[in-house]
């Protein structure tokens, strides 16, 4: 018997320096990992073997190379079948970071629009991409 716990994650992706063991990522693999420890020791003691895994998405596409080795070892995929998942799955990310940062600033131009209703749009540009608008006292 085998039971395969599998955790997706999709997270910020941050690393202060070059090596890849301290990325936000694998830490977040790490902490998942750990989260089904005790969901491990349960189960091998009813008999099972149990792969306890990480797949962790960062929201602008990366993939850690640890990800591979889950698809293929721990569930079995063949590796052009790992590889297009693991394609897919970071596309799906990058999409969804898109829409989710389309939709916050639909939402803060409504916000803005309804909090000045006296002014024209002069600045708007500037504001949604996060400067600062211009005021010249002109308009």
Same mark, same amino acid.
């Given at each position: 018997?085998?039971?395969?716990?599998?955790?997706?994650?999709?997270?910020?992706?941050?690393?202060?320096?070059?090596?890849?063991?301290? #990325?936000?990522?694998?830490?977040?693999?790490?902490?998942?990992?750990? *989260?089904?420890?005790?969901?491990?020791?349960?189960?091998?003691?009813?008999?099972?073997?149990?792969?306890?895994?990480?797949?962790?998405?960062? =929201?602008?596409?990366?993939?850690?190379?640890?990800?591979? *080795?889950?698809?293929?070892?721990?569930?079995?995929?063949? *590796?052009?079948?790992?590889?297009?998942?693991?394609?897919?799955? #970071?596309?799906?990310?990058?999409? =969804?970071?898109?829409?989710?940062?389309?939709?916050?600033? =639909?939402?803060?131009?409504?916000?803005?629009?309804?909090?000045?209703?006296?002014?024209?749009?002069?600045? #708007?540009?500037?504001?949604?991409?996060?400067?600062?608008? =211009?005021?010249?006292?002109?308009?």
């Amino acid at each position: 018997k085998t039971v395969a716990v599998v955790d997706l994650a999709v997270a910020f992706e941050e690393q202060a320096n070059d090596d890849p063991e301290s #990325s936000a990522l694998a830490r977040i693999a790490a902490h998942k990992r750990a *989260k089904y420890a005790g969901i491990k020791r349960h189960l091998e003691r009813q008999g099972w073997k149990v792969h306890l895994s990480a797949l962790v998405y960062g =929201s602008l596409g990366a993939v850690p190379a640890g990800n591979h *080795k889950v698809f293929t070892e721990h569930l079995g995929l063949l *590796k052009r079948d790992a590889k297009r998942l693991d394609r897919q799955l #970071s596309v799906a990310c990058i999409q =969804s970071s898109r829409r989710i940062w389309n939709l916050h600033c =639909s939402q803060h131009r409504a916000r803005q629009q309804t909090q000045r209703p006296h002014q024209g749009t002069r600045g #708007s540009r500037a504001t949604e991409t996060g400067g600062t608008p =211009s005021h010249t006292g002109r308009h």
